[in-house]
């Protein structure tokens, strides 16, 4: 963000002021509209550490103001993080002087205010002014930098003098949505540039005597605006519902005591006490004792329940720098729901509040929500464009209309009201309404198939996705993976799988299986991740916890120490005949699953053992790296290699013995880089992953209508590529090349190589090379994808146009890989399970997460239905709904041609439409039209074509052009051809409408512009490719056809109370009316040629014509280029990072 701060200036407020008044209000209503320009009156620039208000602009272009706050607090500085000794800590919290060589930041202004806080309030967060830094900064970044040590101290709790005045600096714990009341919400709409206009166009009419269309306009204006406020508080309420938390907490004081405190009250540094029966967590926390099983699903939309384990403390682990990314499964987020807490040492769970309020992970989602990234879509830029542009021809059209009336005469008041009017006629007011309509009708569509939007404006984004990012497990293939088998070692040699994990010997394969997991127990059932679910229940071993209120576990003697839980053999009659398992074995400590560091392990013990064991499970590359080398197979490559390729998944296990950890207590100093190092390998734990039914299908029609689908997912490379092939995103003669990249060493730079995978695997590369097709895809795993980000910057595009599969990628990866490709101008999509893919869901254009939730906050789209069917279903409803707003913008911009071209005839013979005329064409023939024309649904084929994506293009611009120029010939014609009729009467040109109705060229152009209105609702309602023929639309056919009937009626035998109302005068020539019939089927057949001239490529003809340009998109050019060179990528050639091509990626 780029902040510039501005001093207030009393004699520029006073003339402001003063020119708001002399311009009757105008200035005001502009200072309304952009509060920058307010800012900038009034004040003057200046240091941002002087500043009164604050001018913010963000990284999309969007300027914001902002007033800065000052707060009086105590003596005292930052210099002390919030657990350090009481002996030692000054002031755990306050404003005033650090040391010279603190590197803490302190928040201060200048010596003369060395104790004011100043800060400023935006998007809910608290930004404050850091002194050293000369610059202000979220008050989260005074909790950045802690260690997992520090926070550990932070057990003792805060001093009372330290929580009020960190309660004064962060604010109060709470995520408020600002609910406005209807009065406040009444005057900011009617303000808004729409409601103004309607308001005097409403003036306008009543001075031109049109009381009726008038008052029927307010009347509809006022329920739209009403019904408008009431969904907007509605939403607001429910929201605010939905983020308000405030419950009572035990928190821990540093004298010792504790208190009970509202949420709101708590700070960073508090120490909390969790309830065991579980609670809503207030707060983003560190945990520091016990274990919590909590579900996550209103932040990530994963039923599945997380365990959460203590912050490591001791050793290495405690020097490290705390990150709740890094450190998420130590973290409780606010939102999130702790289902149980258990507590192994003394009788308390303890979480230290490391963020309140909108910088926690919840205060981040109802963030999203509030203030949305703005969708940039060329259609929205370009709509503007087009208003501009009628607005011109108004201007124009204005200027003929005077010089006419000028010219017959006319009243100066009455010249001004009718030029004036013909603004009115040509910006559709209700044309921002028409637009969303197809977005509204496909959100009823998508919602009545499972799947929900909380952001209507992306559907028109799906019709233009260009590439679509796969998550695997779970989005591909099925979420839970059964046991395959087992690969266990004999005298360093891989055996022959056991498919029946129970049927292993006693030993240290079969209590790997049966301990290293993270599964705990709710009332009674075994909860967490499907795979360790999977495994345990393979061994049927049992998992035994004791229950708080039930004292120790049974059996716990023979151990010796406290444990976490006991894995129970099966029963005797449950164990096969020849294998007798009798002893439990105890978890002493859980190291959980970290997405960076690929594995997780467990400390056990063994009844009568006096050391403890540690178990792992992880990657096979990362485990066999801890492991002793002389433990690891030889074949060990060509094993996983074998079972990859066929699609299972791999994980690997190993064992240490840990003779300095005979306790409880020692297995919690421990730390985990210490315990996961020269492990014994122990084999392979080899899991299917069955391919859903849906996916392939799914896959080859993305690739058959021109959508690119990619993989990425965190699993073995060798495992993504089978099923990329299973599910055809890789085709059975098309060529895989994993690109390799490495870091640079000592002596040489970073390199990049293109291995073919046949080679790879061991295979020889086929002599004839014509057994591919010519489509090659690129693999690559996360740290290849790394190193070219860093060091490749200039081949990272022209590789990521090429690849199809990303493996062992970690959630922060997924997330740049989606930005890296939108830097190629494509329109990505993201479709995973909403648990790991949270950040690219959201990073992506278009983010579908397959969750049981109705609306998860993870993404724009929610998909009950677990599988990749909802792609193809959103990008055929997106493409729907983009050529839907096309048509409706066509529609009510030719609509106001129409209306204009035939006032001005009109105005110029010095008459015009009745009031009953306009009433009866704005409301009965064009509002009806436009509502009903968006119900067309999506054509069931997804083709190769896509809809246009810009409004400002030759094919929309045609015809508007031509569809304009037919109508006016058509107008044109028909007033010549009444004032050459025999029976023709001129009208009385000496007085002006309504007093001048009815007379024959009203008439006529009446029926002949309403056919016209009728027409191109029907020529711009066209169906293939991407909608569904006209006729599927009953309701939108029905009511045309009664409208095409009425005007016919009103055409041939306009009787009684119709013709009087709209003032039309009697014609009894029944052959001229038949002639007007005829001219109308004439502009039907007409404008219909046209349409299905340009829709068939009469403009393309045009364009052929002239020299093609370059690709706007750079992802084309790219293609365009690398079809060129069918020698790339070099094989087997590495190739060297230069230090132009090490110019990072940001």
């Not at 779970?474 to 979420?479: D, K, M």
């Not at 990657?619 to 290699?641: G, H, I, K, N, Y």
């Given at each position: 963000m780029e902040v510039t701060g501005y001093r207030s200036q009393p004699w520029r407020a006073a003339?402001?002021?003063?020119?708001?008044?002399?311009?009757?209000?105008?200035?005001?209503?502009?200072?309304?509209?952009?509060?920058?320009?307010?800012?900038?009156?009034?004040?003057?620039?200046?240091?941002?550490?002087?500043?009164?208000?604050?001018?913010?602009?963000?990284?999309?272009?969007?300027?914001?103001?902002?007033?800065?706050?000052?707060?009086?607090?105590?003596?005292?500085?930052?210099?002390?993080?919030?657990?350090?000794?009481?002996?030692?800590?000054?002031?755990?919290?306050?404003?005033?002087?650090?040391?010279?060589?603190e590197s803490r930041d302190t928040i201060r202004l200048h010596q003369e205010e060395r104790n004011v806080l100043r800060y400023y309030l935006f998007e809910g967060l608290r930004y404050v002014w850091m002194e050293r830094q000369q610059a202000y900064c979220r008050v989260s970044a005074l909790d950045e930098g802690w260690t997992c040590a520090e926070l550990h101290l932070c057990r003792a709790g805060l001093g009372q003098q330290d929580h009020s005045s960190r309660r004064k600096i962060y604010g109060p714990n709470l995520i408020e949505v600002p609910v406005k009341s209807y009065a406040k919400l009444l005057v900011e709409e009617v303000l808004n540039p729409f409601y103004i206009f309607q308001v005097l166009s409403i003036v306008l009419w009543v001075c031109d005597a049109y009381y009726y269309y008038a008052a029927c306009i307010f009347l509809i204006s006022t329920i739209s605006l009403g019904l408008s406020l009431y969904e907007t508080r509605k939403q607001s309420?429910?929201?605010?519902?939905?983020?308000?938390?405030?419950?009572?907490?035990?928190?821990?004081?540093?004298?010792?005591?504790?208190?009970?405190?509202?949420?709101?009250?708590?700070?960073?540094?508090?120490?909390?006490?969790?309830?065991?029966?579980?609670?809503?967590?207030?707060?983003?926390?560190?945990?520091?004792?016990?274990?919590?099983?909590?579900?996550?699903?209103?932040?990530?939309?994963?039923?599945?329940?997380?365990?959460?384990?203590?912050?490591?403390?001791?050793?290495?682990?405690?020097?490290?720098?705390?990150?709740?990314?890094?450190?998420?499964?130590?973290?409780?987020?606010?939102?999130?729901?702790?289902?149980?807490?258990?507590?192994?040492?003394?009788?308390?769970?303890?979480?230290?509040?490391?963020?309140?309020?909108?910088?926690?992970?919840?205060?981040?989602?109802?963030?999203?929500?509030?203030?949305?990234?703005?969708?940039?879509?060329?259609?929205?830029?370009?709509?503007?464009?087009?208003?501009?542009?009628?607005?011109?021809?108004?201007?124009?059209?204005?200027?003929?209309?005077?010089?006419?009336?000028?010219?017959?005469?006319?009243?100066?008041?009455?010249?001004?009201?009718?030029?004036?009017?013909?603004?009115?006629?040509?910006?559709?007011?209700?044309?921002?309404?028409?637009?969303?309509?197809?977005?509204?009708?496909?959100?009823?569509?998508?919602?009545?198939?499972?799947?929900?939007?909380?952001?209507?404006?992306?559907?028109?984004?799906?019709?233009?996705?260009?590439?679509?990012?796969?998550?695997?497990?779970?989005?591909?293939?099925?979420?839970?993976?059964?046991?395959?088998?087992?690969?266990?070692?004999?005298?360093?040699?891989f055996m022959p799988i056991i498919h029946e994990p129970r049927r292993l010997p006693s030993g240290p394969m079969l209590h790997a299986l049966a301990t290293c997991h993270s599964i705990t127990l709710l009332q009674g059932q075994p909860v967490g991740d499907p795979v360790d679910l999977k495994m345990v229940e393979s061994t049927g071993w049992r998992l035994e916890m004791a229950e708080e209120d039930e004292g120790e576990l049974p059996g716990l003697q023979c151990f010796g120490t406290k444990v976490l839980a006991m894995m129970?053999?099966?029963?005797?009659?449950?164990?096969?005949?020849?294998?007798?398992?009798?002893?439990?074995?105890?978890?002493?400590?859980?190291?959980?699953?970290?997405?960076?560091?690929?594995?997780?392990?467990?400390?056990?013990?063994?009844?009568?053992?006096?050391?403890?064991?540690?178990?792992?499970?992880?990657?096979?590359?990362?485990?066999?790296?801890?492991?002793?080398?002389?433990?690891?197979?030889?074949?060990?490559?060509?094993?996983?290699?074998?079972?990859?390729?066929?699609?299972?998944?791999?994980?690997?296990?190993?064992?240490?013995?840990?003779?300095?950890?005979?306790?409880?207590?020692?297995?919690?100093?421990?730390?985990?880089?210490?315990?996961?190092?020269?492990?014994?390998?122990?084999?392979?734990?080899?899991?299917?992953?069955?391919?859903?039914?849906?996916?392939?299908?799914?896959?080859?029609?993305?690739?058959?209508?021109?959508?690119?689908?990619?993989?990425?997912?965190?699993?073995?490379?060798?495992?993504?590529?089978?099923?990329?092939?299973?599910?055809?995103?890789?085709?059975?003669?098309?060529?895989?090349v994993f690109v390799t990249a490495s870091p640079p060493g000592r002596d040489q730079p970073a390199s990049v190589k293109f291995i073919p995978a046949e080679l790879s695997q061991g295979e020889k590369q086929p002599e004839d090379a014509q057994q591919w097709d010519g489509r090659l895809h690129l693999a690559m795993n996360g740290k290849s994808f790394a190193v070219l980000q860093e060091h490749f910057a200039d081949l990272l595009p022209k590789i990521l146009v090429r690849a199809t599969v990303f493996a062992r990628m970690s959630p922060e990866q997924k997330t740049q890989l989606v930005c890296s490709l939108q830097e190629l101008d494509y329109c990505v999509g993201m479709c995973g399970d909403g648990a790991n893919d949270c950040g690219a869901l959201k990073a992506a254009d278009v983010g579908i997460s397959l969750s049981e939730a109705e609306a998860s906050v993870a993404s724009p789209f929610t998909s009950c239905r677990a599988n990749i069917e909802c792609v193809p279903t959103v990008i055929r409803e997106g493409r729907c709904s983009l050529v839907t707003s096309f048509g409706v913008f066509k529609y009510m911009a030719l609509y106001s041609l129409v209306q204009f071209v035939s006032v001005l005839l009109l105005y110029t013979i010095n008459t015009n439409l009745s009031d009953f005329q306009f009433l009866f064409f704005d409301l009965i023939i064009t509002t009806t039209v436009a509502v009903l024309m968006g119900r067309t649904g999506p054509a069931r084929e997804l083709g190769v074509r896509r809809p246009q994506g810009a409004l400002i293009s030759v094919p929309v611009l045609g015809s508007l052009l031509l569809q304009t120029a037919l109508l006016i010939t058509v107008q044109v014609l028909s007033y010549f051809i009444t004032v050459s009729q025999s029976w023709y009467v001129p009208l009385n040109s000496t007085v002006t409408?309504?007093?001048?109705?009815?007379?024959?060229?009203?008439?006529?152009?009446?029926?002949?512009?309403?056919?016209?209105?009728?027409?191109?609702?029907?020529?711009?309602?066209?169906?293939?490719?991407?909608?569904?023929?006209?006729?599927?639309?009953?309701?939108?056919?029905?009511?045309?056809?009664?409208?095409?009937?009425?005007?016919?009626?009103?055409?041939?035998?306009?009787?009684?109370?119709?013709?009087?109302?709209?003032?039309?005068?009697?014609?009894?020539?029944?052959?001229?009316?038949?002639?007007?019939?005829?001219?109308?089927?004439?502009?039907?057949?007409?404008?219909?040629?046209?349409?299905?001239?340009?829709?068939?490529?009469?403009?393309?003809?045009?364009?052929?014509?002239r020299r093609k340009k370059a690709s706007s998109k750079l992802f084309k050019r790219l293609e365009k280029d690398l079809s060129q060179q069918p020698s790339w990528p070099p094989l087997n050639e590495p190739l060297f990072a230069t230090p132009r091509m090490s110019i990072a990626v940001r």
């Open positions: 003339l402001c002021h003063a020119c708001c008044v002399l311009s009757a209000g105008l200035l005001l209503l502009l200072f309304h509209w952009r509060p920058s320009l307010r800012v900038r009156a009034m004040c003057k620039p200046c240091a941002l550490g002087r500043a009164d208000w604050v001018i913010i602009r963000d990284r999309f272009g969007q300027r914001f103001t902002a007033r800065v706050q000052t707060e009086m607090l105590g003596e005292g500085s930052l210099e002390h993080h919030p657990g350090a000794r009481l002996e030692d800590r000054k002031s755990s919290i306050a404003v005033g002087v650090a040391d010279e060589e309420t429910t929201l605010r519902n939905m983020a308000r938390m405030s419950i009572s907490i035990r928190v821990h004081r540093a004298d010792g005591e504790e208190a009970m405190v509202s949420s709101a009250e708590l700070v960073p540094g508090d120490c909390i006490s969790l309830p065991l029966d579980g609670v809503l967590v207030p707060c983003d926390a560190a945990l520091l004792t016990g274990e919590c099983m909590v579900n996550e699903s209103m932040l990530t939309g994963e039923s599945v329940p997380v365990l959460k384990t203590p912050l490591p403390n001791g050793g290495g682990a405690a020097g490290t720098i705390y990150s709740p990314k890094e450190h998420q499964r130590h973290t409780l987020f606010c939102g999130t729901h702790i289902i149980q807490a258990r507590s192994y040492v003394g009788q308390e769970v303890l979480a230290v509040v490391t963020r309140t309020g909108f910088c926690t992970a919840k205060g981040d989602l109802i963030s999203s929500i509030l203030y949305p990234k703005p969708v940039t879509f060329k259609f929205y830029k370009d709509a503007v464009k087009f208003v501009l542009f009628l607005a011109v021809l108004a201007f124009i059209g204005t200027l003929y209309s005077m010089l006419i009336m000028v010219k017959n005469q006319v009243p100066v008041g009455q010249i001004i009201i009718r030029a004036l009017d013909l603004i009115t006629v040509i910006v559709p007011p209700a044309l921002p309404a028409a637009m969303t309509v197809g977005s509204i009708y496909a959100q009823n569509r998508l919602k009545k198939r499972g799947i929900f939007c909380i952001s209507p404006p992306r559907i028109n984004l799906c019709g233009k996705i260009r590439l679509v990012c796969f998550d695997k497990t779970g989005t591909l293939t099925e979420e839970g993976l059964d046991v395959w088998g087992v690969i266990s070692l004999e005298d360093g040699r129970n053999p099966p029963p005797e009659e449950e164990q096969p005949p020849d294998r007798k398992h009798r002893s439990p074995v105890a978890i002493l400590r859980r190291f959980p699953f970290s997405s960076s560091l690929q594995r997780m392990s467990v400390l056990t013990k063994h009844p009568g053992d006096d050391a403890c064991w540690l178990y792992i499970k992880g990657a096979p590359e990362v485990v066999a790296s801890l492991c002793s080398t002389e433990t690891v197979p030889a074949d060990f490559s060509q094993v996983l290699r074998h079972y990859t390729a066929d699609g299972f998944r791999v994980l690997a296990l190993a064992c240490r013995p840990l003779s300095a950890v005979r306790s409880f207590e020692d297995a919690l100093q421990l730390t985990r880089d210490a315990a996961e190092s020269s492990l014994t390998f122990l084999g392979f734990l080899v899991m299917k992953n069955v391919l859903k039914l849906e996916s392939a299908p799914v896959i080859t029609l993305l690739r058959n209508a021109g959508v690119r689908p990619v993989m990425v997912t965190g699993d073995n490379m060798l495992t993504a590529v089978n099923v990329a092939r299973s599910c055809c995103m890789v085709g059975p003669n098309e060529r895989v409408a309504p007093q001048n109705l009815p007379n024959y060229e009203n008439t006529v152009l009446f029926c002949i512009s309403g056919f016209q209105y009728l027409i191109l609702a029907v020529a711009m309602s066209k169906g293939y490719p991407f909608r569904e023929p006209l006729y599927t639309n009953v309701l939108f056919l029905v009511v045309l056809m009664l409208l095409f009937g009425l005007l016919i009626w009103l055409t041939l035998y306009p009787l009684g109370f119709p013709k009087t109302l709209l003032k039309l005068q009697g014609i009894d020539d029944l052959n001229f009316k038949l002639l007007l019939l005829g001219i109308a089927t004439l502009n039907f057949f007409a404008a219909f040629v046209l349409e299905t001239a340009l829709d068939y490529g009469l403009l393309g003809c045009l364009r052929k014509l």
